[in-house]
């Protein structure tokens, strides 16, 4: 399967609460390669054994951005509040998934132009109702605190480009499935745990304990970035098709970001840098301050539309992080730095 089947494989399925499709998928894939295990919840770890105690950690979370119900009136139109960074600018006429006592259809409503005076502008995700076209019928199907997540198919694009749902972060967990392929057959200098880590999207969650119970010497944080697009500055963004976006930053280790360019640059790997302030909005917040302190580093890949449900991506840039990721275990990362 290649890195875009997996990908896409893994897209159309949702992880976020007690959803469990992608994790459950992500796991039956990881275990064809390595010993693997779920925790108690959506969190997936898949270990390589090397050739001494150190224990690299790569990370990359499954969950997704949801909503859940939180209002349903006697029309079927239903009120949800969001469950990670939604972007409400995107909701009016986007069609999304109920997950209900089945799965039912419904719509976000959207306002004629005809009878909008203005643009509409809505400062809450609760003023766009969504209609299931159930009426009456929404409360026997529908209860409070059913999850809603968005439907959109991913699709091929012209080259290498593809659009779809929950990119964010289902691309990078792609590349962890695609290293481990590569890797499960070498001879490793150290041991490798492949974390798929829940809760992300909800404040960093899953990747605590997940570090916590590994207690890892230096791990590499697998995320998006921001890509580049229409009236987005260049100093805010990374290139689609460019390379993977490596992390530079005072709450990052420098040894690991300077390991990275040089083996980028000695394999002809395309990169970019992604220089940022006191934190990365990653879990590599929350892994650099486990227990005594973790080395930690990001890899991001570059995507468009983020937290939509046509997020965008160049497949090479995919592809460019799984061999910058490969050369950096084989050389045995920054062991003895």
Avoid: W
């Avoid at 998928?25 to 969190?43: Q, R």
């Avoid at 909701?91 to 976000?108: G, M, W």
């Avoid at 969650?205 to 890892?216: E, L, Q, S, W």
């Avoid at 697009?229 to 993977?244: A, E, F, Q, W, Y």
Wanted: charged share 25%; glycine share 8%.
């Amino acid at each position: 399967m290649s890195i875009k089947d997996t990908l896409f494989a893994l897209s159309g399925l949702d992880s976020a609460g007690n959803l469990t499709e992608a994790a459950d998928k992500a796991y039956s894939m990881l275990k064809e390669y390595v010993k693997t295990e779920k925790g108690p919840n959506l969190t997936v770890t898949g270990f390589l054994k090397g050739q001494t105690d150190y224990t690299l950690m790569i990370d990359a979370h499954i969950d997704q951005i949801a909503m859940v119900v939180t209002g349903i009136d006697d029309n079927g139109f239903l009120t949800v509040a969001k469950s990670g960074g939604i972007d409400i600018r995107s909701l009016p006429s986007r069609r999304v998934t109920v997950h209900a006592k089945e799965k039912i259809t419904a719509v976000f409503c959207a306002t004629p132009p005809h009878l909008s005076s203005k643009e509409c502008e809505y400062k809450d995700i609760a003023d766009i109702k969504l209609d299931t076209g159930l009426g009456k019928k929404a409360k026997d199907i529908v209860s409070l605190g059913d999850y809603v997540t968005f439907s959109e198919a991913p699709k091929e694009l012209l080259g290498n480009r593809v659009s779809g749902r929950s990119f964010d972060n289902r691309a990078c967990v792609a590349c962890v499935i695609e290293t481990v392929k590569r890797l499960s057959d070498k001879e490793l200098p150290f041991n490798v745990a492949f974390v798929l880590s829940d809760g992300e999207e909800l404040g960093l969650r899953g990747t605590r304990t997940a570090t916590f119970k590994i207690n890892p010497k230096e791990a590499i944080v697998l995320d998006v970035s921001f890509g580049d697009g229409i009236d987005i500055p260049d100093t805010d963004c990374g290139k689609l098709g460019l390379g993977g976006m490596i992390g530079v930053s005072p709450a990052l280790d420098r040894k690991i970001s300077d390991k990275l360019i040089f083996l980028a640059k000695e394999n002809k790997i395309p990169y970019q840098i992604e220089a940022m302030g006191a934190k990365s909005g990653t879990n590599a917040d929350m892994i650099s301050v486990s227990r005594e302190g973790v080395r930690t580093c990001t890899l991001s890949i570059p995507l468009r539309n983020m937290h939509t449900d046509v997020e965008t991506l160049d497949l090479n840039d995919l592809e460019n992080v799984c061999r910058l990721l490969c050369e950096y275990v084989l050389s045995g990362g920054v062991m003895n730095a």
